[in-house]
């Protein structure tokens, strides 16, 4: 009988076993990963050595070392595991996935959903509500939505949207009970803050070149924006936040920006996955992501902090 090609090529679950052993320099990392057990990791790296007749590994007492012959074989498995991956994603149907934290979720990203689907019908997403760093393959992420503050993968394709806005909010009502909304006034408020960006209210008076008071600080603290925002919306008292995450309640009326808004720091960006980047549903979702968020820029809200 004729031997194929790939007869004589080591099995794939050897070849994965080593590959991810020496991405962690750990077979116990690597065995947590692929969920299996430390000797079941091991035994396929021994057999992958044999099958080759090389050192793969240095030993050690907690960790792994890979030898140079390792490291080569190691570097150019992780490109063809991506790329094997990255095949079976483009062939496999299912919905698109969508991350971004649970505020943009939820403030911003769930009231708009509806639109989407009227303007993309057939086109599923599923949302992964995260604010972290992305592994587009282990993660399963296709689209993320991400700050400046955040490293971005290497393989990423960027679509830079602009700078964060931000400005502090509060609801009519508060205002009004507040009296004058002069900076040393704001300061005598009752200022809210989020533990996920606990520099917000440094940040703005930094963009809107104030400087800070030495009692300048939040009075209640939220887990996230999200609940920030309804607090201040519920006149609980005055947060600073993107406008992004804003825009709908201002033109509600349920808040109000006595400040303005100005630019800070920070740039929102999309991160898409590159083995889906020519698929209609990844073009179609970020044509309608970037669309939707520059067709609300803040420019009938943004002055200077009165002084």
Request: hydrophobic content about 40%; glycine content about 6%.
């Amino acid at each position: 009988m004729t031997r194929t090609a790939t007869s004589s090529l080591p099995s794939l679950n050897a070849l994965k076993a080593f590959e991810v052993t020496a991405r962690h320099r750990s077979m116990t990392r690597a065995a947590q990963e692929l969920c299996v057990t430390h000797g079941a990791v091991s035994r396929q790296v021994q057999a992958l050595e044999a099958k080759l007749g090389v050192l793969l590994l240095k030993r050690h007492t907690r960790s792994v070392e890979p030898t140079p012959e390792g490291l080569r074989l190691a570097a150019d498995l992780t490109v063809a595991l991506n790329l094997i991956q990255a095949a079976v994603e483009r062939t496999k149907p299912g919905p698109l996935v969508l991350s971004c934290s649970s505020s943009i979720t939820m403030c911003w990203l769930i009231p708009r959903m509806q639109n989407f689907y009227e303007k993309n019908p057939g086109i599923d997403i599923n949302l992964d509500m995260n604010y972290g760093q992305v592994d587009f393959l282990r993660d399963n992420i296709s689209v993320a939505i991400r700050n400046s503050t955040i490293e971005k993968p290497r393989n990423a394709l960027i679509r830079d949207l602009g700078p964060e806005w931000i400005g502090p909010v509060c609801s009519p009502g508060y205002l009004k009970s507040s009296g004058e909304a002069g900076l040393p006034d704001l300061a005598r408020m009752n200022l809210l803050a989020t533990r996920t960006r606990p520099t917000a209210w440094a940040d703005w008076l930094e963009a809107a070149s104030q400087q800070q008071p030495h009692d300048f600080t939040a009075a209640r603290t939220f887990e996230h924006f999200y609940l920030m925002i309804q607090a201040a919306a519920c006149d609980l008292g005055v947060a600073v936040a993107p406008y992004m995450l804003v825009s709908d309640e201002l033109r509600s009326g349920r808040l109000i920006a006595p400040f303005g808004f100005v630019q800070g720091h920070r740039r929102v960006s999309l991160w898409i996955a590159p083995h889906l980047n020519e698929g209609r549903g990844i073009k179609a979702l970020e044509t309608w992501l970037i669309q939707e968020m520059r067709d609300a820029p803040p420019s009938l809200h943004c002055n200077q902090p009165a002084r």
